[in-house]
């Protein structure tokens, strides 16, 4: 089950929860409002890590 980041559209607080793929919206876990936005959420692979570990790298020598 993916991570999921939410942002509080009454207070604006920032919080992550556990989902199920078509579960609805959770409420703000600080204030219970019911509108939260969905945030984009950075992630990283060991491979995709590798990558710029590699071109840091590079990078450096030039």
């Given at each position: 089950m993916?991570?999921?980041e939410y942002?509080?559209?009454a207070c604006g607080?920032?919080?992550e929860r556990i989902m199920k793929v078509g579960e609805?919206?959770?409420a703000c876990p600080a204030c219970e409002a019911k509108e939260t936005k969905k945030r984009v959420?950075?992630?990283r692979t060991n491979a995709w890590s590798t990558f710029l570990d590699?071109?840091?790298k590079?990078?450096?020598r030039d």
């Open positions: 993916p991570i999921y942002e509080c559209a607080h920032l919080f609805t919206e959770p959420a950075s992630f590699g071109m840091e590079r990078m450096k």
